[in-house]
T-cell receptor, first 111, second 116 residues
Framework: QQQVKQSPQSLIVQKGGISIINCAYE??????FPWYQQFPGKGPALLIA?????SEKKEGRFTISFNKSAKQFSLHIMDSQPGDSATYFC??????????FGTGTRLKVLA | GAVVSQHPSRVICKSGTSVKIECRSL??????MFWYRQFPKQSLMLMAT?????????EQGVEKDKFLINHASLTLSTLTVTSAHPEDSSFYIC????????????FGPGTRLTVL
């Protein structure tokens, strides 16, 4: 009920390509879905987040797609760059409740 | 805005000693701070949630007496690892949630603890 399943575990994309990472949740009480980017030896940085009242949110090259009925959400990175190579975590939360994190996706963008 | 700092960034200590890690919200007041532990190539594991002025809430399996958390003000929380052992070596990360944004958590840069 509290799990957030994230896939794929790792992803290799050519420079300029689209990176897609998927997450699925079970608890319908979740109403906040952030994505974090983490570089080795650093803390996670908030990339973009979405509430379930919208199906898509775009910020620059990053887009979240949200499917409430399927309880799934995904991160799309357009025009992927080598500098995007990092680990990405999805999370789900509700109000002041703690986050439940996905297992992470290691993205490598080839130059 | 929304900057969280941690100190120290890296610490090496001998087995049996105690280590204190500070987490500060620099430009906002944090009603709630979270402490996470992260092993190499793994996700973040929530250890405890602390609210300013009250006792921390620990996750199942986390030893309260070993990982002491104090959230003394709206900008400072501390994690003390008592009687540290090599198995406590890990990357510890704090996050803070502000008064005005109930949802967003902003993470610190992390502290690498190595216990010899």
């Amino acid at each position: 009920q509290q799990q957030v399943k994230q896939s794929p575990q790792s992803l290799i994309v050519q420079k300029g390509g689209i990176s897609i990472i998927n997450c699925a949740y079970e608890n319908t009480a979740f109403d906040y879905f952030p994505w974090y980017q983490q570089f080795p030896g650093k803390g996670p940085a908030l990339l973009i987040a979405i509430r379930p009242d919208v199906s898509e949110k775009k910020e620059g090259r990053f887009t979240i797609s949200f499917n409430k009925s399927a309880k799934q959400f995904s991160l799309h990175i357009m025009d992927s760059q080598p500098g995007d190579s990092a680990t990405y975590f999805c999370a789900a939360g509700s109000g002041t409740y703690k986050y439940i994190f996905g297992t992470g996706t290691r993205l490598k963008v080839l130059a | 805005g929304a900057v969280v700092s941690q100190h120290p960034s890296r610490v090496i200590c001998k087995s049996g000693t105690s280590v204190k890690i500070e987490c500060r919200s620099l430009d906002f007041q944090a009603t709630t701070m979270f402490w996470y532990r992260q092993f190499p190539k793994q996700s973040l594991m929530l250890m405890a949630t602390s609210n300013e002025g009250s006792k921390a809430t620990y996750e199942q399996g986390v030893e309260k007496d070993k990982f002491l958390i104090n959230h003394a003000s709206l900008t400072l929380s501390t994690l003390t690892v008592t009687s540290a052992h090599p198995e406590d070596s890990s990357f510890y990360i704090c996050s803070a949630r502000g008064l005005q944004g109930w949802y967003e958590q902003f993470f610190g840069p992390g502290t690498r603890l190595t216990v010899l």
